[in-house]
């Protein structure tokens, strides 16, 4: 059964591993090729989009695809809804494996926001010294922000339009607790914002806002597919992989 993985995330690489080397499934992971050295995962790997709903139809179809996981980012809501479509087309099973998003602890001052517009236009009112940790995309909201300072951090370096007063920080997570501490402290940040992307790797940055009384900028998820079965881990994620596996080699004996 040829398998289709969809997602450069940290849960699709670890599901991957999950499978390799397993008796039966064939993986194949896409990457949206945001990156420019993405972490790649075992098993063959392709990346860039594929042409909307009906490229990806014929793309499963021609490679005989069995069953999805779509373990794209919380906030890659265009490609969750474009699968789920093409897999309602093409009858092939799939699954949303998508991390639990973050919960809001005492001693937090978040502020929800339903977009990266929205959180720009709060800014000014809750601190001058912003860690933006949103990526490098969607820096044109802030950009006309001139009063504001910007610490941004970013798998590669950032392109215009941008804020004017800016700082870039190449790294990538998983990010330590002393780490964040020692950014809020030595960049004297007084706010931060941030995805509700969920999971352990970036999600020390809200203990030490927390603990240094700094407010949080939460942008919320936006919607995903209903109908679309969902699991929060690389785990059950390779079980329901096998459990299909499973099946489809019965019906080949039947």
Known sequence: MHVLILGG??????????????????????????????????????VGGFGGVDGLV?????HGVGAIVDATHPFAETMSFHVAQAAAVTHVPLLALRRPGWVPVDGDRWHETGSLEEAASALPRLGRRVFLTTGRMGLAAFADLDDLWFLVRSVDVPEAPRPRLMETLLDRGPFTLDGERELIRRHRIDVVVTKDSGGAATAPKLTAAREAGVPVVVIRRPPVPEQVPVVPGPEQAARWVLDRLEERSFRVVD
């Open 58 to 62: 014929t793309w499963l179809r021609d």
């Open 9 to 46: 995330t940290t849960e699709a690489r670890r599901l991957a591993e999950l499978l390799h080397g397993t008796a039966g499934p064939r993986l194949t992971s896409s990457l949206a090729g945001r990156v420019s050295s993405p972490r790649l995962p075992p098993g063959e790997v392709r």
